[in-house]
């Protein structure tokens, strides 16, 4: 039973371009977070996304970033036109079905780790 | 305001010591969690506690509701407990916020 799945690892990016980031949720589970972790600091809530709905997302900067968590496939966050600022671990967790926010239990992804050059 | 404090920011401690990481929190909450992040690496949920106490081997986790305080400890502490070990309440709005870490370092 594979956890949650992460990818890529690590993503190199110019100023400029966009990156991509995926998670696939621990199976059963139909809730999905999306976390940042800037260097020394500790993780911030960005969104929390069900299959097709964002249904919070008052912690991603309002503009350049998006999230979407598609019928089929992987969640995706989007960032376009990167800088520096956006150098960061970026962890997925996901939930049971349920209450969420993990009271049922939380599974981080082993996050990706975005560096902006 | 939502506020969740750790301490210590940092502790050293030889191989086979009792680690003790204290978390505050300023508002009632419905939930907390111990999470665990190796360096560079991913993070570990170790436990969900609403009330009372929670073994995993080595590792307790206790919470007392009332007043606001949760301890995670560690006993027969390995150079492999080495990591950032994080507290995260689950507040009104059930949203995790997150302590800024105990960086535990065991020299064996």
């Not at chain 1, 600022?85 to 975005?114: E, K, V």
């Not at chain 2, 007043?67 to 709005?93: M, Q």
């Amino acid at each position: 039973n594979a956890g949650v799945m992460q990818n890529p690892r690590h993503l190199v990016r110019r100023r400029g371009q966009e990156a991509r980031l995926r998670c696939s949720p621990m199976k059963g589970h139909s809730h999905v977070y999306w976390y940042r972790q800037l260097p020394e600091e500790g993780l911030k809530f960005m969104v929390y996304l069900q299959k097709e709905n964002i249904i919070d997302e008052s912690g991603m900067p309002k503009e350049r970033f998006s999230a979407e968590f598609p019928k089929e496939g992987p969640s995706i966050l989007r960032i376009q036109q990167v800088v520096r600022g956006d150098s960061a671990a970026y962890f997925c967790a996901s939930s049971p079905p349920g209450r969420p926010y993990g009271f049922y239990g939380y599974t981080f992804g082993s996050g990706t780790r975005l560096t902006v050059v | 305001k939502n506020e969740v404090e750790q301490s210590p920011q940092n502790l050293t401690a030889q191989e086979g010591e009792f680690i003790t990481i204290n978390c505050s929190y300023s508002v009632g909450i419905s939930a907390l969690h111990w999470l665990q992040q190796h360096p560079g690496g991913g993070i570990v949920s170790l436990f969900m506690l609403s009330s009372g106490k929670k073994k995993h081997g080595r590792l307790i986790a206790t919470i007392n509701i009332q007043e606001k305080h949760s301890s995670l400890h560690i006993t027969a502490s390995h150079p492999r407990d080495s990591a950032v070990y994080i507290c995260a309440p689950n507040f009104g709005n059930e949203k995790l916020t997150f302590g800024t870490g105990t960086r535990l370092t065991i020299i064996p």
